[in-house]
């Protein structure tokens, strides 16, 4: 009897060792552009919040968007705030479904390093996005222009609300 009983711990144990997860899924909540590649800002099933740096040289980088949700592989978790994940194998689960919609460029404010546009949909709502290399989001564009935006975000707050814009394209008549 004892030794069954031995035996029942040591299964258990030895299955609970082998059930170690190594691939988990995130949602990337925020992109962080660096010198050589991208931190994901990442966020579990469960809320909690990791990072990880996707670069050529790291031999894991990957074309993905906020709002995406993508399984890694993880090699390592290095105890920071937020912590950080040392990925492999990264492969995109489920694409973003960003909101795209129509806007009339009524204003162009120049900003330091890109510009404020002043908008209008076609309800006569009126909002601003701001458009910069350092967004990724710079296109050329006059007052009068029609074009179609990528949407991540509305800060309602804000007045007039502002757009957090993202893959900007005008729309030819």
Same mark, same amino acid.
Do not use: W
């Given at each position: 009897?004892?030794?069954?009983?031995?035996?029942?711990?040591?299964?258990?144990?030895?299955?609970?060792?082998?059930?170690?997860?190594?691939?988990?899924?995130?949602?990337?909540?925020?992109?962080?552009?660096?010198?050589?590649?991208?931190?994901?800002?990442?966020?579990?099933?469960?809320?909690?919040?990791?990072?990880?740096?996707?670069?050529?040289?790291?031999?894991?980088?990957?074309?993905?968007?906020?709002?995406?949700?993508?399984?890694?592989?993880?090699?390592?978790? #290095?105890?920071?705030?937020?912590?950080?994940?040392?990925?492999?194998?990264?492969?995109?689960?489920?694409?973003?479904?960003?909101?795209?919609?129509?806007?009339?460029?009524?204003?162009?404010?120049?900003? #330091?390093?890109?510009?404020?546009?002043?908008?209008?949909?076609?309800?006569?709502?009126?909002?601003?996005?701001?458009?910069?290399?350092?967004?990724?989001?710079?296109?050329?564009?006059?007052?009068?222009?029609?074009?179609?935006?990528?949407?991540?975000?509305?800060?309602?707050? #804000?007045?007039?609300?502002?757009?957090?814009?993202?893959?900007?394209?005008?729309?030819?008549?």
């Amino acid at each position: 009897m004892k030794k069954l009983i031995l035996f029942f711990i040591l299964s258990i144990l030895l299955i609970g060792c082998a059930t170690t997860k190594t691939s988990s899924e995130f949602l990337i909540t925020k992109i962080q552009s660096e010198k050589d590649g991208q931190t994901l800002f990442l966020k579990n099933d469960k809320g909690q919040v990791y990072t990880t740096i996707i670069s050529p040289a790291n031999g894991n980088f990957v074309n993905v968007n906020q709002g995406d949700k993508i399984s890694l592989d993880i090699k390592e978790i #290095m105890e920071m705030e937020p912590p950080a994940i040392i990925s492999k194998n990264i492969r995109i689960v489920e694409k973003s479904k960003l909101k795209r919609k129509t806007f009339l460029i009524t204003k162009i404010r120049g900003e #330091m390093d890109g510009k404020t546009l002043f908008l209008e949909d076609e309800k006569g709502q009126v909002y601003t996005t701001i458009i910069s290399p350092a967004n990724g989001n710079f296109i050329d564009v006059n007052e009068g222009d029609k074009i179609s935006v990528e949407i991540n975000d509305i800060l309602e707050k #804000m007045n007039p609300p502002a757009i957090i814009s993202k893959n900007i394209e005008i729309v030819k008549e």
